[in-house]
């Protein structure tokens, strides 16, 4: 199609997990929260239902912004929010990476980022983890000052200059990984690069462990979170940015004006306010994921300490195929996610059901590695 944008018409696209008819698999794989949300989630919708929706929404969502003002110890204007995080990462990509510069992210982590600088025109330059999923030294260093360096380094194919690195994409605890790298690291990462950092904290409810507080002190590091994980609202798509009121402000006039609609913003309000919930949950997903990881251990995976909502399993031996694994699980009703990266690994992320759910599918696994496949 030559009217499309080069850029765009190279892309592969965001392929994202599959999503069977309700009841036709357990869905262990896209992360999403096994639970039912806080009832005081669905009393809010049918208060906003009640009231109709013939008006716009409070276009920035001032009602939200409010109460994780509160639950974070900021002013309202540090946070933005966001139709998903997925949009939160859009406007934080379109407000500060343009054409031919760079995005770093390490690799592998969750695939959109690429994506998302590939619309840009902006190059993505993906840093591996080490072995043990912290990042090498190279992250930490301008790009030009290790061009030759043995990572994939993709992006910078004809030198680029060090002040082309323009936004920094940290997913903490990661995925597919589930790792979590500690305040030191990334208060690095901000202090040695030349540009804003994004800390992804998707998961970071089930860690018990966040950066709010380096935000606070570092005017360059932002936070992006999602009630689709740990609030077990996936459906309804909220995230929101936490960031120094400077960068909102500029994040503000990339945005849609109503990127957010009245039932999610009365939704993830009271959401984010029933905190007790939200423990009671966490706690329930970390036992079951302990769990989880201890018996794929034992059946010889080899799984890094997930502080996620899902476990990274790897086969250490060539001999077992991970997407055979993967089809047996799904010929027998699990979902897992079977993820493939190229030039790298592969491996199966199981995300964290009901106990009965992990359960039957730790049997299942067990079964196909006991029997002659
Ligand atoms: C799930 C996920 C998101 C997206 O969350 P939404 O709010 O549903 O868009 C962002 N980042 C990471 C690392 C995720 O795993």
Do not use: H
């Not at 765009?8 to 965001?14: D, F, K, R």
């Not at 690429?114 to 992250?139: H, N, P």
């Not at 790792?179 to 804003?196: D, F, Q, S, Y």
């Amino acid at each position: 199609m030559s009217f499309v944008r080069p850029n765009v018409e190279a892309m592969a696209g965001y392929v994202p997990g599959e999503q069977p008819k309700e009841g036709e698999a357990v869905k262990l794989n896209t992360n999403e929260n096994p639970y039912r949300a806080s009832e005081k989630v669905y009393d809010a919708i049918r208060a906003v239902a009640d009231r109709g929706l013939s008006r716009y929404p409070n276009s920035v969502g001032q009602e939200f912004r409010e109460a994780a003002a509160e639950l974070y110890g900021v002013e309202p204007n540090w946070i933005m929010c966001g139709n998903g995080s997925d949009d939160i990462l859009t406007i934080l990509t379109r407000t500060f990476v343009g054409e031919n510069q760079l995005l770093r992210l390490p690799y592998p982590s969750y695939i959109l980022y690429k994506s998302l600088a590939e619309i840009q025109g902006a190059r993505a330059e993906e840093v591996y983890f080490q072995d043990d999923w912290t990042l090498s030294d190279y992250f930490f260093q301008p790009p030009a000052a290790a061009p030759t360096a043995p990572f994939r380094v993709n992006a910078l194919e004809g030198g680029v200059a060090p002040d082309s690195l323009r936004l920094v994409y940290l997913p903490n605890p990661n995925s597919p990984s589930g790792t979590l790298l500690p305040l030191e690291t990334i208060e690095k990462v901000a202090n040695n690069l030349p540009c804003p950092v994004l800390i992804d904290e998707a998961y970071a409810d089930f860690a018990g462990f966040d950066c709010v507080e380096l935000v606070k002190r570092n005017p360059r590091v932002m936070i992006s979170r999602t009630l689709s994980k740990s609030y077990a609202l996936a459906g309804l798509r909220f995230g929101f940015l936490i960031a120094n009121p400077e960068i909102i402000e500029e994040t503000m006039k990339v945005k849609d004006s109503y990127n957010c609609d009245a039932i999610s913003i009365a939704a993830a309000t009271a959401a984010i306010r029933d905190q007790e919930w939200l423990q009671a949950t966490v706690q329930k997903i970390v036992a079951t994921r302990e769990r989880l990881q201890k018996r794929m251990r034992e059946l010889g995976f080899v799984v890094p300490d997930s502080r996620a909502n899902f476990t990274w399993n790897q086969w250490p031996d060539p001999e077992l195929s991970c997407e055979d694994l993967y089809l047996y699980l799904k010929k027998n009703g699990f979902l897992v996610r079977y993820m493939k990266y190229p030039a790298w690994s592969d491996g199966l992320r199981i995300s964290v059901g009901t106990d009965e759910q992990i359960d039957q599918c730790l049997d299942l696994v067990e079964k196909y590695l006991t029997k002659d496949n």
